[in-house]
T-cell receptor, first 114, second 116 residues
């Protein structure tokens, strides 16, 4: 079964600093990868996804992620964060079969301070 | 983009009562919906897969008689927490799957259930 490991439970950064949130997944023949953001008491919003093609994926709000098959990683990056980026971030994986549920990592709390 | 709604957004009920949570896909038909549960400061745990017109598939450890799921139409799935207890207090989130193209799931805004 697929599994997802988010290596950092909390990441504190200062405003305008770069940030990387790490995500590793268990290997599979084919895999779809996602990053979601969750603000307090809200549902999940898709930041970006990797299905196939270019390994560098650009998403909303200035975020991007790189799919690295050899390292089974899908780290999320942003070159300059804002206070409003403070939220919980979840990495998720699907096994590529239509209609299957996502498997989520435990989440990373990004705290941006001034 | 596709929109999924949940109702209610918050509910407080007394121990022993039942609560129904609705999940609707507003602008698309969803043959498959998923129900997740999220405890405070934790990740989303899949509870069950809801398929229109058939019985839900429950994950290991989820009591199907306690968490009743009905997917009666292509736009509505309901989760009923029966005989709720304080330990059922949680954030329940549904998602709907669009089978064509993107393999993306669209998530509802969640329902905060508090059992007193």
């Amino acid at each position: 079964a697929q599994s997802v490991t988010q290596l950092d439970s909390q990441v504190p950064v200062f405003e305008e600093a770069p940030v990387e949130l790490r995500c590793n997944y268990s290997s599979s023949v084919s895999v779809y990868l996602f990053w979601y953001v969750q603000y307090p008491n809200q549902g999940l919003q898709l930041l970006l996804k990797y299905l196939s093609g270019s390994t560098l994926v650009k998403g909303i709000n200035g975020f991007e992620a790189e799919f690295n098959k050899s390292q089974t990683s899908f780290h999320l990056r942003k070159p300059s964060v804002h206070i409003s980026d403070t939220a919980e971030y979840f990495c998720a994986v699907s096994d590529g079969q239509a209609g299957t549920a996502l498997i989520f990592g435990k989440g990373t709390t990004l705290s941006v301070s001034s | 983009g596709a929109v999924v709604s949940q109702h209610p957004s918050r509910v407080i009920c007394k121990s022993g009562t039942s609560v129904k949570i609705e999940c609707r896909s507003l602008d698309f038909q969803a043959t498959t919906m998923f129900w997740y549960r999220q405890f405070p400061k934790q990740s989303l745990m899949l509870m069950a897969t809801s398929n229109e017109g058939s019985k839900a598939t429950y994950e290991q450890g989820v009591e199907k008689d306690k968490f009743l799921i009905n997917h009666a139409s292509l736009t509505l799935s309901t989760l009923t927490v029966t005989s709720a207890h304080p330990e059922d207090s949680s954030f329940y989130i549904c998602s709907a799957f669009i089978p064509q193209g993107s393999y993306e799931q669209y998530f509802g805004p969640g329902t905060r259930l508090t059992v007193t």
